[in-house]
């Protein structure tokens, strides 16, 4: 899940790339925002759910930034 679609200019700054098969839903990032500000409960638990996932990538770049010593 790419958060830029949460920002106002909605660009990437990141990408991603599937190291197997797998399934993507992709929302209107438009839409996805209106959503979120419509139902604060849903946006808050995705905000919630996105910077898990954000931290988790996080921690695995720092551990591997680290053995790269």
Known sequence: ?????????????????ALSPVSTIAFPSERLRKACERDPAMGY????????????RLDATRARLVGQD
């Open 1 to 17: 899940m790419g958060w830029s679609a949460l920002t106002k200019e909605a660009r990437a700054h990141f990408q991603a790339r």
């Open 45 to 56: 638990l995705l905000m919630k759910r996105l910077l898990e996932v954000v931290t988790e």
